[in-house]
């Protein structure tokens, strides 16, 4: 759409400000070919108006030459070439109106002038172009630069959107009534379990809060998470459940968006070791591969139970993560295969500029 | 009562089961007979002790609590023990004596005792013929069948079923080669089955449509299906209508 046709606003803006260049038109007429100010303004003010809409149209090839990606030389000699052949199509078209003027008035003074004031037409109805073709450069930016904003914006709301939902779904209440009821049962039995057992369920919640209102973390900081994550569930599931992690020393100080790894943790747990009468063990593999960063986990599952809603939603919001930080960067793919279920990821490697890697809480062995 | 009432506990983490046998060590006049890991434990505990009282956790790995009860015809007295609330409705429809939510305290769990020997002075009522009516009411279709057999049990996915073949009371269930008998009425499982994958091509059989190799005219008016392995089966004319229906047209 024409932003200045499109818009009333601005169409009005826009002929307003023809006024003041039809009086400057009329005074050079009268200056330089010696019109008197009322035949000036009758042959340049119609003239004025028509060009006003003439010159409307260079929107259309300053979109075509955008500037900035064109290179200089063939935007120049594209807008030059119309403001030349602009300005010549203004100058001819003055001269049957500058006819009609001779024809109805019965005075030739209009038409014989007006032929002395071709050049004039001609040089200032290119200067006029090539100034509007300006504003509509500025026209362009503005719209883009609205248009990137907006983008931020909604960038902005959808990260904080999957952040939520990230925050909503690691709260899974279940998780918590479940730790809480083995708590009480080892209160019985085992007070010293019972209390570790709150000791991680504790660490485990302050981490997800106050990793969750970060941006992005570090690897080694979600594996810390993710740790007390599984040795709460150990408790519940016993030796049902064990663990074989894989972590490279140098992937521990990537960066990658907070809660990533533990609702996909989550779901090995309920839907693959939960599943499963002896249980099994959960892997992950992270290293770094060149620049970019891989992630394997991996669970056993039962073939013979359907693969759960709440697992595709999961991964969803995984996915949905990983693209408001890394956009198209980031590579999320699963697979189930003979009773494993794998998610792999890999993203580019990217190191907080202040690396504080010394002060990373250490996973709990 | 002289005699201790017999419970069984199933949960499957070790760590639910020793707080319901703490809570259980209060009440003398009930003794833990079984200590079950998963569904498969339960039934074959339940079939060989014949408890008065069952713990019964929901969300276990290959059978559920309430696939558990489905098998066990009569059950006993059923306290349903679990983390989620969302079940409580399906619960009370099969008529468990109490739902306790984790995590609960001893004096809850006391409650729980004492509404258990109310019922079993008026006598068990705890009923099932719910999952068949369930699939139905969600219009979700039956994923699997159970099988008891003596105190084992088999799970078969409904795909991995050829054909089923009524017998008297009893359905046939024809699979990997193999016959497995469950007291059921073809009209329930008919409905509970998924139409776009059974149908029912006679009185007494119902096919899995994708192990149907062809159709044959057998006589006048008369139909057979081949299955891919060469068994023949009758078909109806209603049931070859049914066949015509799904084919649109092309059998």
Known sequence: MHPILSNRARLGLYVGAWLPLAGLLAALLVLQIRFSWGQALLVAGPLALLYAFICLPSWYLCRVFPAGTTSQARLLAAQLFAALFSGLLWSAIGIPWAGVLSHISGNSDYAESYRAAIPLFFAMGSVIYVAVAFVHYLLIAWQERAEADRRVLELAVMAREAELKALKMQLAPHFLFNSLNSIS????????????????????????????????????????????????????????????????????????????????????????????????????????????????????????????????LGLQNVRGRLETLFGTEARLETERDQGVFRVRMNFPARRSTNSRAGEVPMARS | ??????????????????????????????????????????????????????????????????EVLELLNPAPVVVFVTAYDEYALKAFEVHAADYLLKPFGQDRFDETLSRVMERLEKGNVTKLE??????????????????????????????????????????NFRSGGKDYLKAQSMNDLENALDPNRFVRIHRRYILNIERMARIELYAKDSRIVILHDGKQLPVSRAGYQRLKAMFGGEV
């Not at chain 2, 419970?7 to 070790?14: G, Q």
């Not at chain 2, 009411?137 to 795909?159: F, M, N, Q």
């Open chain 1, 185 to 312: 049962a080892l209160t019985g039995s085992s007070p010293k379990a019972a209390r570790e057992m709150c000791l991680l369920l504790g660490s485990f919640l302050r981490k997800s809060l106050s990793f969750g209102a970060k941006g992005q973390i570090t690897l080694a900081e979600e594996i810390s998470l993710v740790s007390d994550f599984l040795a709460v569930e150990r408790v519940r599931f016993g030796p049902r459940l064990t663990l074989d992690f894989k972590v490279e020393e140098e992937a521990g100080s990537c960066l990658l968006p907070p809660l990533l790894l533990q609702p996909l943790l989550e779901n090995a747990v309920t839907h693959g070791i939960a599943q499963m009468l002896e249980g099994g063990t959960i892997s992950l593999d992270a290293r770094l591969n060149g620049s970019r960063v891989s992630i394997t986990i991996t669970n056993p599952y039962d073939p013979d139970s359907r693969p759960s809603k709440s697992t595709g």
């Open chain 2, 130 to 171: 719910p999952l068949l009516r369930d699939a139905v009411a969600e219009r979700k279709w039956l994923e699997r069948i159970l099988i008891k057999d003596g105190s084992k049990v088999h799970v078969i996915p409904v795909e991995k079923i050829d054909y089923a073949e009524a017998q008297d009371d009893y359905v």
């Open chain 2, 1 to 66: 009562m002289s005699e201790k009432l017999k419970a069984v506990i199933v949960d499957d983490e070790e760590p639910a089961r020793l707080l319901l046998r703490e809570y259980l060590g209060a009440h003398p006049e009930v003794e833990i007979v079984a200590d079950c890991a998963n569904g498969f434990e339960a039934v074959k505990a339940v079939t060989e002790l014949k408890p008065d009282l069952m713990f019964l956790d929901i969300q276990m790995p290959k059978l559920s609590g309430f």
